[in-house]
Structure formats: structure tokens, C-alpha cells
């Protein structure tokens, strides 16, 4: 338990005690930091506002290290915004002060019965990466620059990779069941994206399928490879019959001078 207010601390040590836990604290980030990296924790309880380091940072660092002990956040503060920045950095669970201790003690009951769970804080397809906890995203080495329905749009996508997502599946999560907007908004975000995210690195990851909906690609790369790539600066000059003759009888087209095929 990392707890900086010492009458805190010293109640829910010896509550917990009295459910039948062995407790270890501690009063500052840091240290509850080190004590969390060093020890394989059945749960940890962890006050946001800490001295030296905050509560977030420090399940941020957890997380990023590969330490998945269920996590449950306590806060003064009942804020939204709290409530998400703690789930996002990789909190299992939130209880805003002041609580019943029954109340917490339910809580890691719940938690210690659902164990630790690895789930990669980065999440990564192909070239495509998202950090959904910072909100940012990447293609290869170059950050993407998203709007926030945008970055939604994307990891629901790259959480789901090479599955068929139909328009009201994304609408219902992206943006809600009560969202009274154009019938069309999926396939417009869709077309942002496209141009943030496979039109500057020649990709085309993001598929329609007919009738259905959108599919991220499970493998994708920084740009297409094979046949009809224009990989060969001189095969810029192709006109599209010749392109689409290649891609369907790669032997077809003229040689150029002095070119062999095998």
C-alpha cells in the first residue's frame, strides 16, 4: 500500500491486516515504486496525489516494466478526468475519498481473485503503434498527429486487427449509442484517418469491405511491397494499363533496353 497521510496509512494497514492481508507500505512514490518492482504483489493500493511522484507515474512505470499486480487507485479527488488518466495508465480499479473500508476491502477481494493479467501498455501493428495511455501514435519512428476521435477510431482498429468492424459497431463505441450526428460520420472519420495514417507512407492497411464495414490489416508495413510497388524510380512511368497488366501477368510487360527476366 503506498499511502503519504500516516493516520490513512496506519488505518487501512491494520484493517487489512484484520481481513487476513500481509501488508507492506509505503509513503512516497518512489519508494512504492521500488517496493513494487522488487516484490510480486497480490494487489496494490495506490494513493494518486503521492509526494515525489504521483500515483500515475508510478502504475505508468509499473506497467511499462512488466509488473501487472491488479492495481486499485485512491484519490481525494472524484474527478472524471482523474478517474480516466488513472485507468489509462494502467489502474484495475478507483475509489475516491472518503470510502467505507468495506467497501475497499470488497474491491480487493474482486481484484486479487482476477490475478494479474498482462496488458501491454503499447499496443503494436506492423508499423502502426499507439500508446493509449499518453494518446499517442505512431507510424515506424513518425508520430501521427490525431484529433481525439481520430486516435479513438485508430486503436479501436489496431485492437482489433484483421477482424471485420461493421459502421455500428464503431459507432456505438467511438462515439455512443445516444449519437444523434450524420448517418455518414464513420465513413468520414475513416477517410481522415486514411489520410494521416496511409497516405503519407504509401500503405493502405485500413480496407473497405463491401457492405460491411472497415478492416485494419494484421500485418501492416510502411509501404506496399511486390508486384505493382513503384519501388524502381523508373517505374514511375508506367501508365495504369501497364501497371494492371503487371500485377496480373508479371512477364507482360515491354522490357525495357537492356533489361533480362528470369
Excluded at 501487472?68 to 488513472?86: C, H, K, Q, S
Excluded at 486479487?112 to 515506424?140: C, I, M, Q, Y
Amino acid at each position: 500500500m503506498v499511502e503519504d497521510e500516516s493516520r490513512m496509512r496506519d488505518l487501512l494497514e491494520r484493517g487489512l491486516g484484520e481481513e487476513g492481508y500481509s501488508v507492506d507500505t509505503a509513503q512516497d512514490g518512489p519508494s512504492g515504486l521500488w517496493m513494487a518492482l522488487e516484490n510480486d504483489y497480490s494487489a496494490i493500493v495506490l494513493d494518486l496525489m503521492l509526494p515525489r511522484l504521483d500515483g500515475i507515474a508510478v502504475c505508468e512505470r509499473l506497467r511499462a516494466a512488466g509488473r501487472w499486480a491488479p492495481v486499485i487507485m485512491l484519490t481525494a479527488r472524484g474527478e472524471m478526468d482523474d478517474r480516466v488518466r488513472g485507468l489509462d495508465a494502467g489502474a484495475d480499479d478507483y475509489l475516491a475519498k472518503p470510502f467505507g473500508f468495506a467497501e475497499l476491502a470488497a474491491r480487493l477481494r474482486a481484484l486479487v481473485r482476477r490475478g494479474s493479467t498482462e496488458r501491454p501498455p503499447v499496443l503494436t501493428v506492423g508499423s502502426l503503434t499507439l500508446d493509449p495511455a499518453r494518446r499517442r501514435a505512431w507510424r515506424g519512428s513518425t508520430p501521427l498527429d490525431l484529433s481525439p476521435k481520430e486516435f479513438s477510431l485508430l486503436e479501436m482498429f489496431v485492437r482489433h486487427p484483421g477482424e471485420v468492424l461493421s459502421r455500428t459497431r464503431i459507432l456505438e463505441q467511438v462515439w455512443d449509442f445516444a449519437y444523434m450526428g450524420t448517418s455518414n460520420v464513420v465513413d468520414q472519420y475513416v477517410t481522415y484517418l486514411r489520410r494521416k495514417v496511409d497516405k503519407p507512407f504509401g500503405s493502405t492497411d485500413i480496407e473497405t469491405v463491401r457492405g460491411v464495414g472497415y478492416r485494419l490489416k494484421s500485418g501492416s508495413h510502411d509501404a506496399p511491397q511486390g508486384i505493382g510497388a513503384l519501388n524502381d524510380p523508373q517505374d514511375r512511368y508506367c501508365d495504369p494499363e501497364q501497371l494492371d497488366q503487371v500485377k496480373r501477368y508479371p512477364t507482360s510487360l515491354p522490357r525495357r533496353e537492356g533489361e533480362t527476366r528470369e
